[in-house]
């Protein structure tokens, strides 16, 4: 059997740190991330607590690996060109995406607002995600106000509840919430005539 070769050490390494993310995320979600400790993350991926300390520093660190990562993604779909300017295709295409991402990881979303709750790990990550969320803010204001909506920062906080209780709504209630349904009536109210 030949050495392994530097590319399928990182691929090893990467596949290790998803994993290791992943049970977390099943973690922070069932039990809560205070009660959540190192040592029932390792155990739940299978490793040694060594072995996770080698992917991640601390508890925190993997919270905050999990948040961003998820915050990148919903970046990426936001403001597709990245040229300053939302259009409406554009907000069309993050609205949908937004809605396929609670599709596929609605345990990130159960994290996200037992978070929302939990003011002393909130502080983990306010800092930084206000710098990633301010800009979104400020361009989807200007969306707003182009599109001829009278009080764009007030539709601006509007779509953010909106989705937000969507999202709520969704992970309590995933076999009888009609997302789909929701989705298009989201898109035509932000995306349609309904100034």
Same mark, same amino acid.
């Given at each position: 059997?030949?050495?392994?070769?530097e590319k399928q050490y990182q691929e090893i390494?990467?596949? &290790?740190?998803?994993?290791?993310?992943?049970?977390?995320?099943?973690?922070?979600?069932?039990?809560?991330?205070?009660?959540?400790?190192?040592?029932?993350?390792?155990?739940?991926?299978?490793?040694?607590?060594?072995?996770?300390?080698?992917?991640?520093?601390?508890?925190?660190?993997?919270?905050?690996?999990?948040?961003? %990562?998820?915050?990148?993604? =919903?970046?990426?779909?936001?403001?597709?060109?990245?040229?300053?300017?939302? %259009?409406?295709?554009? =907000?069309?295409?993050?609205?949908?995406?937004?809605? &396929?991402?609670?599709?596929?990881?609605?345990?990130?979303? &159960?994290?996200?607002?037992?978070?929302?709750?939990?003011?002393?790990? =909130?502080?983990?990550?306010?800092?930084?995600?206000?710098?990633?969320?301010?800009? =979104?803010?400020?361009?989807?204001?200007?969306?707003?106000k182009r599109e001829g909506y009278q009080n764009?920062?007030?539709?601006?906080?509007?779509?953010?509840?909106?989705?937000?209780?969507?999202?709520?709504?969704?992970v309590v209630d995933p076999n009888n919430f009609?997302?789909?349904?929701?989705?298009?009536?989201?898109? &035509?109210?932000?995306?349609?005539?309904?100034?």
């Amino acid at each position: 059997m030949s050495p392994r070769t530097e590319k399928q050490y990182q691929e090893i390494r990467e596949e &290790k740190r998803k994993l290791i993310k992943d049970k977390a995320l099943e973690l922070f979600a069932l039990e809560g991330f205070d009660k959540s400790s190192i040592s029932k993350i390792a155990k739940r991926a299978g490793i040694s607590k060594g072995l996770l300390y080698n992917y991640f520093d601390s508890k925190e660190a993997l919270l905050t690996a999990i948040i961003f %990562e998820q915050v990148d993604i =919903m970046m990426s779909f936001f403001d597709t060109n990245k040229d300053g300017v939302l %259009e409406k295709h554009e =907000m069309e295409y993050f609205i949908r995406q937004t809605f &396929k991402l609670l599709k596929e990881n609605p345990e990130f979303w &159960k994290l996200y607002f037992m978070l929302a709750f939990q003011p002393n790990v =909130m502080k983990l990550v306010e800092e930084k995600f206000m710098d990633i969320v301010q800009p =979104m803010l400020e361009r989807t204001n200007e969306f707003f106000k182009r599109e001829g909506y009278q009080n764009p920062e007030v539709w601006t906080r509007y779509l953010g509840a909106i989705l937000d209780g969507i999202s709520l709504n969704y992970v309590v209630d995933p076999n009888n919430f009609p997302l789909d349904e929701i989705e298009n009536l989201v898109v &035509k109210q932000i995306c349609g005539t309904n100034k």
